[in-house]
């Protein structure tokens, strides 16, 4: 299982919210990229950075940040938020270096452009399932599309999908502990590689979630808080 710690974006601060609520922001560091690079130097290799102003707008604003962590610090950048066509997924995987980028609204609303962009990028793509009591949200958390979040996981891999970022966002930001029923419920009847996200509280959830057979987990606010230990937690995954 790969731990991917996490940076979120608004005005080019590191931020965590609540459980998705713009309205409830704590800002962690003014500088991303050295937050970046430390956790490089625990021995994270890959990163999950979200640009949550794009996630809001559609329109890529903290682009010159990831572009910047991606190229200079070593690690594979998982990143997404507003990615809502093929001239900006393009620019993101082959001008700024990301190893993958998550589409969420669009892959919702615009099932026809995600088909297209797994046919062209493949691995380099992933679907974001950002899931409230068990149906998925878009534009940036702030809607629901009405779906339910494992049936719109199949439609997915129908298409080609074959990874998923899973959120469950009534725990993200809670440090309450992580979907560990919900997850392994994706896993087992999807057959795709999840990573999990949401509700990491200390080192204990991250062994946890991993019983799930998830492929990934993100940690972010635990960091930040100081009560999940990185390096340790990469060591004994």
């Not at 704590?26 to 970046?36: E, G, L």
């Not at 534009?139 to 999908?161: E, N, P, Q, R, V």
């Not at 469950?168 to 502990?177: F, H, K, S």
Request: proline share 2%; with cysteine.
């Amino acid at each position: 299982m790969i731990i991917l710690p996490a940076i979120d974006l608004i005005g080019g601060k590191c931020v965590r919210l609540r459980q998705g609520r713009y309205d409830d922001v704590t800002v962690y560091s003014d500088d991303p990229v050295s937050q970046a690079e430390s956790f490089r130097d625990a021995g994270a290799q890959w990163i999950h950075i979200v640009d949550l102003d794009a996630a809001k707008s559609g329109i890529p604003e903290n682009f010159r940040i990831i572009s910047e962590i991606a190229r200079t610090t070593g690690l594979k950048v998982d990143t997404g938020g507003g990615v809502r066509n093929m001239d900006t997924l393009s620019r993101w995987i082959e001008d700024y270096s990301v190893s993958r980028v998550v589409l969420g609204t669009a892959a919702v609303k615009d099932p026809e452009f995600t088909r297209l962009a797994i046919e062209r990028y493949h691995e380099k793509v992933a679907i974001g399932i950002d899931a409230h009591d068990g149906f998925v949200s878009v534009d940036g958390w702030t809607s629901d599309s009405k779906l339910c979040a494992i049936d719109f996981a199949l439609m997915m891999k129908d298409i080609g999908a074959s990874t998923v970022v899973f959120t469950d966002i009534g725990r993200d930001g809670m440090l309450t502990g992580p979907a560990v029923e919900a997850t392994a419920e994706m896993v087992a009847r999807t057959g795709l590689d999840v990573i999990a996200s949401g509700g990491i509280g200390c080192d204990e959830d991250i062994s946890a979630i991993k019983e799930s057979g998830c492929a990934g987990v993100i940690v972010g606010k635990a960091i930040y808080e100081g009560r999940v230990n990185l390096r340790k937690c990469l060591q004994n995954v």
